[in-house]
């Protein structure tokens, strides 16, 4: 007996295992999916002279890497940077994550390191950013997040190299040195700052993804790990959680002349499409270089911001419905509930204390059933004591008729260009919904 159980261990010992792969946890990822709206801050030294974030330093002339890197740290004051105004913004916008560009592709590290003297600790201001952001937002009830760039073209700089990107040589994992230096960067952010909730690796990730969660194995990693479309939404829902990040305008980064923004309400629908179609959405702000806001992005937060004091629950801890739209008409659905937002974009616009029939084809009704307006009560319609404006429905076999009017005034006067939103409770798929 006693050999048979030697044998036995002698037998195991020597199995070789499949080593467990880090990953993202995936309790971690239901908890990312839930806050479905997160804020991307792209912020460095160059925000004084407006240009492309980094990349103007690829392919640039001796003459203009040796000002670049000299110069611009000496001028960069930003004596008007508040972040507690920018969180409390973003909180009121809905959002629920925040990402800030601790270090972009320059190489400038917008926090206070021990690896390199081109960094916020070598300018006029000093101040820990990145830390006095992570705070912030903190205390807005807002998750930490973090972007870092393993590309670092002040590194590459500094040892004679080509500054470029997506060459396998001058990856970080071409270099020993160039991967213990990026490793030493990334250990100081999951260390000094407390506890972060995303990281989002804008570069080759390999030995950075597998570090941060071993400093803290409840990090996200969105890219490095998952899709993260930029400047666009997939025209299909993507497989597993996925992120898209977008800008209000053209540019990442600050860009005081030849931009062009989109509406407010284009970047609402464009929340509206990515949490259909189950993925998050991190828009992006760049700060001027004296620390305020752009007003033109500040402007598009606040329309944000009052759609979502009325529509919120419509973005927050929802999942697709079994399809994505009909029409103009946008789902999601509350997670672990028989709830079903139906988000109707206005086409035409839909009048103030004006009826309108909506027909779903992919809703079925229950006895249970109650379908309200977000944000209104349908008991009043302000000055027309008259008029009840209770929203009813009517299901027929293939189809859910809704008659609902319009009966909160959101502007002086009356006009209200953006999505409203129709909350289902206790309701089925329809059997049309397969057709």
Not at 9 to 19: G, K, M, N, R
Not at 210 to 222: C, F, N, R, Y
Not at 254 to 276: F, Q
Not at 279 to 298: H, M, T
């Amino acid at each position: 007996m006693k050999r048979w159980i030697l044998s036995l261990a002698v037998a195991c010992a020597s199995l070789s295992w499949p080593a467990i792969e880090p990953s993202n946890r995936p309790e971690r990822l239901e908890w990312f999916r839930d806050q479905g709206f997160g804020l991307f801050i792209h912020w460095s030294v160059d925000s004084q002279i407006g240009s492309v974030i980094s990349h103007s330093m690829a392919g640039a002339s001796e003459d203009y890497l040796r000002r670049y890197v000299s110069e611009l740290p000496k001028t960069f004051n930003p004596r008007k940077f508040n972040p507690t105004d920018w969180a409390v913004l973003a909180k009121l916008a809905g959002i629920r994550y925040v990402v800030f560009t601790a270090k972009h592709h320059n190489g400038f590290a917008m926090f206070h390191t021990k690896t390199t003297g081109f960094g916020i600790g070598a300018t006029p201001f000093q101040r820990d950013v990145t830390r006095e952001i992570l705070d912030a937002f903190r205390s807005q009830g807002i998750a930490p997040g973090l972007y870092y760039s393993p590309d670092d073209f002040f590194w590459l700089y500094q040892h004679g190299k080509i500054i470029d990107r997506n060459r396998p040589e001058l990856a970080p994992s071409s270099d020993p040195d160039f991967l213990k230096y990026d490793q030493a960067q990334v250990r100081e952010l999951l260390t000094n700052y407390g506890n972060i909730d995303v990281i989002f690796f804008d570069g080759p990730p390999e030995g950075l993804r597998e570090l941060a969660w071993k400093l803290q194995p409840d990090i996200v990693v969105t890219r490095g790990a998952m899709e993260t479309p930029e400047q666009f939404i997939p025209g299909i829902p993507l497989d597993g959680p996925w992120e898209a990040c977008l800008t209000m305008g053209t540019q990442w980064q600050y860009k005081p002349t030849n931009e062009k923004y989109k509406s407010g309400g284009e970047l609402i629908e464009l929340l509206i499409e990515t949490r259909a179609k189950g993925g998050n959405l991190l828009l992006n702000v760049g700060p001027k270089p004296d620390g305020e806001l752009p007003i033109e992005q500040e402007e598009r937060l606040r329309e944000i911001a009052l759609w979502m004091f009325v529509n919120g629950e419509s973005i927050h801890g929802v999942r697709p419905w079994v399809v994505t739209n009909e029409g103009d008409i946008w789902f999601t659905k509350k997670r672990g509930e028989d709830t079903v937002y139906a988000i109707v974009k206005q086409k035409k616009p839909w009048k103030f204390g004006e009826w309108r029939d909506i027909t779903l084809a992919s809703v079925r009704t229950t006895d249970k059933t109650q379908v309200t307006v977000l944000g209104q009560n349908d008991k009043v319609l302000e000055y027309k004591s008259d008029i009840v404006p209770k929203t009813a429905w009517r299901q027929e076999t293939d189809r859910l008729t809704i008659r609902a009017m319009r009966a909160q005034r959101l502007y002086n006067d009356h006009r209200w260009p953006n999505p409203v939103v129709l909350k289902l409770t206790n309701v089925l798929v329809s059997r049309a919904a397969g057709k």
